[in-house]
């Protein structure tokens, strides 16, 4: 129906600009590499890279990390630091290196894997690419695998994109990821693992989509919630993932995964609930029905962060198969754990970046928002 179309398209515009403890966690964590490797991380300085570099370091390998400089981290160990440009081609500082595996966090474009390609092959033994379920070219379907289909490319010449019109048509994002993981395979024959995962949230998301949530809570008081609490979601912790990605370096895992989580399927409000008990919060939860929340021009994903409703061209979005990831030994933090963490990294950000969220509702929307559905249709 159409408001479900509207729904769709404002998720998807979102998209293009992100439980329980899992038995084994401790032990995947705690078990030793089987040799010490040289891992070369693209990026290294965004969301996920420094959890991978951390990580990477604290079971003994040497790491090597690739990007412009533009931003100074300082690491519990060492770590070299080789400067260039992917978007003007400059990959000079990589050429007459060799490294047991690649790690690429940030590509976008094709020609960034190309590029790549050119000076790694023959160089690194694995090449580990980052996609994304934005790949796929629908979400209608719950528990479609990795062999469902992906986004095909609607403009020319996808090797003419560039990161300003990423920025300008974020609709091309999507099919530009599935071109660079194809990339990532012919370049890479037999030696690529692409993963996708799903919303990725935790301390260091600068987007909020899951941000908001603890931070809410963690004020107290009504807040409303998106639905009637049923609606599937799904997200994976950027620890999670960034530990997996090395663990699967130091195993060479090929192939193609879906990464995210959580262990078991989880509705919203069994979300909203375990942030709430995580944080020994004095919240409680208005449902709001997702007819008035379109009414009343509330997207999914960006206004109510982490949903999208269960049903129609969204039915599989938060329900996507991951069981490969898993047997391929994805664990999970407990998501009280999640939520405490990310909470407590949001409380450490300068005043002005806590005073307005990337995502979820303005406190005024919010209240706004409650007065008018308690009004009901009459008044309201």
Not at 249 to 277: C, K
Request: with cysteine; proline share 8%.
């Amino acid at each position: 129906m159409a408001p479900a179309d509207r729904r769709d398209l404002l998720m998807l515009a979102g998209l293009a600009l992100g439980g329980l403890a899992v038995p084994g966690l401790a032990s995947a964590i705690a078990t030793p590499p089987v040799k010490k490797m040289r891992i070369l991380i693209l990026g290294g300085t965004g969301f996920i890279g420094p959890h991978e570099v951390r990580y990477a370091l604290a079971r003994g390998h040497q790491v090597t990390i690739f990007n412009r400089g533009k931003q100074q981290i300082t690491w519990p160990g060492p770590v070299e630091e080789l400067l260039g440009d992917r978007n003007s081609g400059d990959l000079k500082s990589l050429e007459g290196r060799e490294w047991d595996v690649c790690i690429d966090n940030p590509t976008t474009l094709p020609k960034w894997v190309r590029d790549a390609g050119h000076v790694l092959a023959g160089k690194v033994r694995q090449y580990i690419f980052i996609s994304t379920i934005s790949a796929y070219e629908k979400n209608d379907t719950p528990n479609a695998d990795e062999t469902a289909a992906l986004v095909p490319y609607p403009g020319k010449d996808p090797y003419a994109e560039t990161s300003e019109t990423m920025r300008s048509t974020p609709v091309l994002y999507g099919s530009l990821k599935a071109l660079s993981e194809q990339q990532a395979q012919t370049l890479f024959p037999g030696m690529a693992t692409v993963i996708r995962p799903g919303l990725i949230v935790g301390p260091g998301d600068e987007t909020d989509r899951f941000t908001y949530w603890p931070v809410r809570i963690d004020r107290g008081g009504e807040v409303l919630a998106p639905g009637d609490g049923a609606d599937p979601v799904q997200y994976i912790d950027a620890r999670d993932l960034a530990e997996w990605t090395i663990r699967t370096a130091e195993q060479g895992t090929t192939g193609v995964f879906n990464a995210t989580g959580p262990a078991r399927q989880e509705t919203m409000r069994q979300m909203l609930d375990g942030v709430r008990a995580g944080l020994h919060a004095d919240a409680h939860f208005t449902w709001v029905p997702d007819t008035f929340l379109d009414d009343n021009d509330v997207s999914p994903w960006m206004d109510m962060p982490v949903w999208v409703p269960g049903y129609g061209g969204t039915a599989g979005f938060a329900q996507r198969n991951f069981a490969r990831a898993h047997a391929a030994g994805l664990t999970y933090r407990p998501l009280a754990v999640t939520a405490r963490d990310t909470l407590a990294w949001f409380k450490t950000q300068p005043a002005d970046r806590q005073a307005k969220l990337h995502a979820g509702l303005t406190p005024d929307r919010e209240a706004g928002l409650l007065a008018k559905w308690k009004a009901g249709p009459a008044k309201g």
